[in-house]
Nanobody, 126 residues
Framework: QVELVESGGGSVQTGGSLRLSCEAS????????MGWFRQTPSNAREGVSV???????SYANSVKGRFTLSQDTAKNTLYLDMDSLKPEDTAIYYC????????????????????WGQGPQVTVSS
């Protein structure tokens, strides 16, 4: 049973920073992809950043240069450091994992990972 437990999130003002963490358990294979996706009430779920089983990282154009994805494989934990936050970054952020070996750019676009966390809220006020 794969479980993803997220932490972090919260409310900040424009220009602020937040860190999201996602600890994974139950992933019996080392070949998996993990990433962060976000969703607002009016928009479909979109990929924010993904790391694939080869360690390649992709970012959505809207967050490039502001968000940084990193992974601590020893702790099975994925991090998303978000800087220079904007009101349009306001969303529920979901951690996801998948055992298919999808290239990061494709995984980012498909947004159909198998395992999902509960999703912390990130709110950026102007």
């Amino acid at each position: 049973q794969v479980e993803l437990v997220e932490s972090g999130g919260g409310s900040v003002q424009t220009g602020g920073s937040l860190r999201l963490s996602c600890e994974a358990s139950g992933l019996t294979s080392r070949n998996y992809s993990m990433g962060w996706f976000r969703q607002t009430p009016s928009n479909a779920r979109e990929g924010v950043s993904v790391i694939d089983s080869d360690g390649r990282i992709s970012y959505a154009n809207s967050v490039k240069g502001r968000f940084t994805l990193s992974q601590d494989t020893a702790k099975n934990t994925l991090y998303l450091d978000m800087d220079s936050l904007k009101p349009e970054d306001t969303a529920i952020y979901y951690c996801a994992a998948d055992l298919r070996q999808l290239p990061a750019p494709l995984a980012l676009l498909l947004a159909d990972f198998t395992y999902w966390g509960q999703g912390p809220q990130v709110t950026v006020s102007s």
